[in-house]
């Protein structure tokens, strides 16, 4: 199974971008997906996640801003973010819980697309 994370960029403050993250592979189904970040010097952290079910939950630094959606035909986990700021500045990576043909369940992750926000 791989994890395809793509969408970075550079971007102003105050403005947008959506990032994606496409699984592929011998997928039977994906549980829970989130994304996380990682700034320079800094650990990474958990800014979304959303269940299988629908249910989502957000950092406070991104709530309000950020966006989490996922469309289960394409494999697909997005996270739309709006009026970004420059400590918003980080490499963004996906992360799945994908539940094998074998029915075997496994964490993935994907590469990390960097998201720079400056003016």
């Known amino acids: 199974v791989q994890l395809q994370a793509s969408g970075g960029g550079l971007v102003q403050p105050g403005g947008s971008l959506t990032l994606s993250c496409a699984a592929s592979?011998?997928?039977?189904?994906?549980?829970?997906v989130g994304w996380s970040r990682q700034a320079p010097g800094k650990q990474r952290e958990l800014i979304s996640r959303?269940?299988?079910?629908?249910?989502?939950n957000y950092a406070g630094s991104v709530k309000g801003r950020f966006t989490i959606s996922r469309d289960n035909a394409k494999n697909t986990v997005y996270l739309q973010m709006n009026s970004l700021k420059p400590e918003d500045t980080a490499v963004y990576y996906c992360n799945a819980q994908v539940v094998l043909t074998t029915r075997a369940e496994y964490s993935y992750w994907g590469q990390g697309t960097q998201v720079t926000v400056s003016s």
């Open positions: 959303m269940t299988s079910d629908g249910r989502i």
């Open positions: 592979g011998s997928i039977f189904s994906i549980n829970a």
